[in-house]
Every structure is written in C-alpha cells, then in structure tokens.
C-alpha cells in the first residue's frame, strides 16, 4: 500500500512554462513533505519542503503547494528550463525516521 | 561540500554470493540510512541507523542485513544474493537527533546485478 502517490510517471513540458507535478498522500500523521530531484547516474539532491501547518512555500522558481483536506501537494516551476529535466520524488515524513518516497515522476523540459 | 560516497558504482554477483555495500558520509550525521530505488516503486526504506551501532529495520529488510561500527560508515550487507535484490542501491545521512525532517543528502547509488 502505497502511502505517497505520484501518479503521472512523465510529464513534457515546453520550456518556458509551467511544470506541475502533483503528489497525493494517504497517512493523515504526515507533517512534513519534501520533494528531491534525481538526474541519471547521481543520487537524489533536496530541492524543496514544506511542514503541515504552511501551504505554500516559495524558493526561487519552485514553490511547493500543499492541501491537507485533499491530501495532496504539488511542485510548481516557473520558468521550466532544459536543465529541470530529471525525475522528480514527493517525499513524507511524520516526524520520525522514516521518510516515506513515491515513485517519482520524470520530467522532460523541451528546448 | 558535503559528501556521501558507495564503495561501487556498478557490482555484478552471482546468485547465493555474500555481498557488501559500503557508504562513507564526511558531515558528521548521526543518521544514515539504506534505500533501494526501483521504477514504479520509488525509493523504499531497507535499514536505518540513528547512532554508531545502533540500527532500525526500514520497510523492506528481508534479506540483508547491516553494520554501523563507526559514525562515518555504514554497511548493507546481502546474506546470500538473489536475483530479485537486483536493484539500485543508495546510500543517504541526515543531521538531527530530532527524527527525518532533516533533509538527506544521497550517495551516487550502487548499480547491484545478481545473476
């Protein structure tokens, strides 16, 4: 049973504009949501995070939404660039050590 | 910078070979933790490790085992290799004695092949 949801296994995007990338979850005790970045041949880097008692939360190009009624969070980028291209992981955490990871979405950005 | 590495970027074994996975972090983290990544599955817990010799099982630890004899150093252990361990393997730490909120930094991962 999987505890974190990507969904959409890929996702192609113009570069430019907008990437989303949707994540829903299914443990209410989550309180801490975090989204990495994977490229091919290196492990995954932290690019962003979000704790329950925020819903939106802002860096640079990525902002991160989160809708706890619904259970679901969201990765936005604006501009995409070619660089963005990678496979994207939601990640869950309730407090504890254990973070709980989808099965990630990859992201192609199109010159 | 900070820095995890895995002794192998890619391991070939043979079915019931003992093998051996090596991670070395040099932040000082008191938590590392042992993950395999497969498509469709994303990355899932196999063994954590709070403090030198002390370790916790994660989601999925039948099959391996592992050894934290110094804080820098964190071993995977595959008692006897099958060929559904095939898998990416990867290595992270974390600071925080608080639990996982604290970001993980990754190694490059471990490309394992049992035949």
């Known amino acids: 049973d999987q505890q974190v949801k990507q969904n959409s296994p890929s996702l192609s995007v113009q570069e430019g504009r907008i990437s989303i990338l949707n994540c829903d979850y299914t443990?209410?005790?989550?309180?801490?949501f975090l989204w990495y970045k994977k490229y091919p041949a290196e492990g995954p880097t932290f690019l962003i995070s979000i704790s329950s008692i925020k819903d939106k939360n802002e860096d640079g190009r990525f902002t991160v939404f989160l809708n706890k009624s619904a259970k679901h969070l969201s990765l936005h980028i604006v501009p995409s660039q070619p660089g963005d291209s990678a496979v994207y992981f939601c990640a869950a955490n309730t407090g504890g050590f254990k973070t709980i990871f989808g099965a990630g979405t990859r992201l192609f950005v199109k010159a | 910078d900070v820095k995890v590495t895995q002794s192998s970027r890619y391991l070939v074994k043979r079915t019931g070979e003992k093998v051996f996975l090596e991670c070395v972090q040099d932040?000082?983290?008191?938590?590392m933790f042992w993950y395999r990544q497969d498509p469709g599955l994303g990355l899932r817990l196999i063994y954590f490790s709070y403090d030198v010799k002390m370790k916790e099982k994660g989601d999925i630890p039948e099959g391996y085992s592992v050894s934290r004899e110094k804080k820098e150093r964190f071993s995977l252990i595959l008692e006897s290799a099958s060929t559904n361990q095939t898998s990416m393997y990867l290595c992270?730490?974390?600071?925080?004695?608080?639990?996982?909120?604290?970001?993980?930094?990754f190694g490059p991962g471990t490309r394992l092949t049992v035949l």
């Open positions: 992270a730490s974390s600071s925080s004695l608080a639990g996982g909120t604290d970001t993980q930094y």
């Open positions: 932040m000082d983290h008191e938590n």
């Open positions: 443990n209410s005790m989550f309180d801490y």
